[in-house]
């Protein structure tokens, strides 16, 4: 297979051309009279918040929907795509952000199921071997055939992944949120699969929300805005500010100005904190470190590397075993005072990583949500006995007006909000509790870019009123930006912590690999 010019003549029709795409669910409009053309050999760009539209339109592209009005042309034919198969047919292949693979099948298992040749298997498996090590050459994407894909990093998950689109013969690739479980080292390797992908012809259209991947690997961006297609400009000509005002509908500030940290007293010592789960799995292997008033710990890692039970222990959701003191005093880890109510007593927010499952319920109102974990504060109570609806409606009210909660009606249930509002109602909650220490994970996961702004403002204003603050994120720009000094986790161990403004992501994500470099640790 040799490389293709990809320098298009001016007559080569558009390997994907959408025209007047309209599709509503219910009342809501999700796709408005979209029209689109992608060229081929290049890779496209598809940015806009949460609700703009853009999972809907490549899932009508993909066949998982079908438009209400509106043409497909692929190739310059006009194309009619009932459903994924038909996709497949016509040459288009999509990878998703949580991966469709048999956890407990091999590579070659999971690469021709669905696509046997007959019904030997046998057969397939040899052919499938071979077009795999030509694949593997060709773009970069080596993998252990034989391996079991339970076994395999994320990273090489994704890979299987492309793989079974290019077995399946697809010319044109959807990805759909590709790097939010990567490490930098496994987001740049996939570029350089993406580069090599559209240097032999292929054409790419990558979904992100994640400015800098568009800025660095595409070669034109399309923007939407509350289902409706808003621009689309070559990558070259545009900057992240401008794709962000394009996203949002105003100027935001990709990175939040802040002054140094003025650090005092030392808030939260932890020292040999360990954690072992149900299954006898130790998650926690010996972390210690310490945070002080006034600055933001940042804790980066690749997700399911003990980040998510560290907030767990400190939360009060899980026991462990080791020290923690806060403001010098002890915490109890695993007797009848290590529970969340405890917890918010000594002084503890907690913001936790699924906002859904952990920081709400759903089926209950805005002001319900507001008194959860806080209902015995003597404000929200008549008596003994009764609570105080109306002074709790008046406090979530005034709340709602200070985070910019939209729409601001307490009385509306919290699973018609949207995430960044949802996440605001979290933090207006923990945040104006006026806590010693804030335990805040992946304050932005699924917030559009107006409200990760907002939030990232919030989190800044606690820490300059003398707070502490422990940030757990999977976002390295977030991290970068935020933290005061970062430590980096990898199974279960800290393996070092750096200043912001002494490292970068490379170094940063080796360490999320659990590669040590040889750099000294701030301490």
Known sequence: ?????????????????????????????????????????????????????????????????????????????????????????????????HFKLVPN????????????????????????????DELAREYELEVDPDAVVEDLSVGHQQRVEILKALYRHADILILDEPTGVLTPAEADHLFRILKNLKEQG???ILITHKL??????????????????????????????????????????????????????????????????????ERL??????????????????AGNGQSELLAVLGGIMKGQGRVRLNGEELDLTGRHSDGQS????????????????????????????????????????????MDNDAILRDTMGKMERFDVRPPIPTLQA?????????????????????????VGQPTRGVDIGAIEFIHKRIVELRDAGKAVLLVSVELDEIMSLSDRIAVMFDGRIMGERLPEQTDERELGLLMAGVANGKGDAR
Do not use: C
Request: glycine letters at 10%.
């Open 1 to 97: 297979m040799g490389r293709r010019d990809t320098a298009a003549p001016l007559d080569v029709p558009p390997a994907i051309e959408l025209r007047g795409i309209s599709k509503a669910f219910g009342t809501v409009q999700a796709n408005k009279d979209i029209s689109i053309r992608v060229m081929p050999g290049t890779i496209h760009g598809i940015i806009g918040e949460n609700g703009a539209g853009k999972s809907t339109l490549m899932s009508i592209l993909y066949g998982f929907y079908r438009a209400d009005s509106g043409e497909i042309f692929i190739n310059g034919k006009k194309t009619e795509i009932h459903d994924s198969q038909d996709a497949i047919r016509a040459g288009i292949g999509m990878v998703f952000q």
């Open 105 to 132: 099948f091999t590579v070659l298992e999971n690469i021709v199921l669905g696509a046997e040749d007959g019904a030997l298997l046998r057969p397939s498996l040899a052919k499938a071997r071979r077009v795999l």
């Open 202 to 204: 292929k054409t790419i």
């Open 212 to 281: 800098r991947e568009i800025m660095e690997v595409t070669d034109t961006v399309s923007v939407m805005r509350r289902g409706e297609m808003t621009a689309t400009v070559r990558t070259a000509e545009t900057s992240p500010e401008q794709l962000a005002e394009l996203m949002v509908g105003r100027k935001v500030l990709l990175n939040v100005p802040k002054a140094p940290a003025s650090p005092g007293a030392t808030v939260l010592e932890v020292e040999d904190l360990r954690v072992t789960d149900a299954d006898g799995v």
């Open 285 to 302: 292997k010996g972390i210690s470190f310490q945070i002080r008033a006034g600055e933001i710990l940042g804790i980066a890692g690749v």
């Open 343 to 386: 917890r918010r007593a000594r002084g503890i927010a907690h913001v936790p990583e699924d906002r859904q499952r952990l920081g709400m319920i759903l089926d209950f109102t805005a002001w319900e949500n507001v008194a959860f974990g806080y209902h015995h504060d003597p404000a929200y109570q008549k008596n003994r006995w009764l």
């Open 415 to 439: 699973k018609n909000f949207s995430g960044g509002n949802q996440q605001k109602i979290i933090l207006a909650r923990e945040i104006e509790r006026n806590p010693d220490l804030l335990l």
